[in-house]
Nanobody, 122 residues
Framework: QVQLQESGPGLVKPSQTVSLACTVS??????????WSWIRQSPGLGLEWMGAIAYSGVPYYSPSLKSRTSISRDTSKNQFTLQLNSVIPEDTAVYYC??????????????WGQGTQVTVSS
């Protein structure tokens, strides 16, 4: 059973950078053909795919967030991370990590973390 667990700060100030980590257990982030995504849900809105990192280490980004987003991994920790720069209040959301093909075909995602709340406020 693959399990994902997000971690990171709950509160950040506008213009700061937020870094979130997703630790994976029960499976490897280097398993061939696996993709590991960051997805968020803002209050009252639907899910938004932010980006992913492939088993090969290649990152993929949503065009709307590409300029502010960086996704990397630490294979020794079986962990991948999201860095979102220059945050604004509209970045307030629950952030999820999940396994599945990159993009917004939500039914294709088979494992999700429980989500972590990030609030952007001064």
């Amino acid at each position: 059973q693959v399990q994902l667990q997000e971690s990171g700060p709950g509160l950040v100030k506008p213009s700061q950078t937020v870094s979130l980590a997703c630790t994976v257990s029960g499976g490897s982030i280097t398993t061939t053909s696996s993709y590991w995504s960051w997805i968020r849900q803002s209050p009252g809105l639907g899910l938004e795919w932010m980006g992913a990192i492939a088993y090969s280490g290649v990152p993929y980004y949503s065009p709307s967030l590409k300029s502010r987003t960086s996704i990397s991994r630490d294979t020794s920790k079986n962990q991948f991370t999201l860095q979102l720069n220059s945050v604004i209040p509209e970045d307030t959301a629950v952030y999820y990590c999940a396994r599945g093909p990159y993009g917004s075909a939500w039914s294709a995602y088979d494992y999700w973390g429980q989500g972590t709340q990030v609030t952007v406020s001064s």
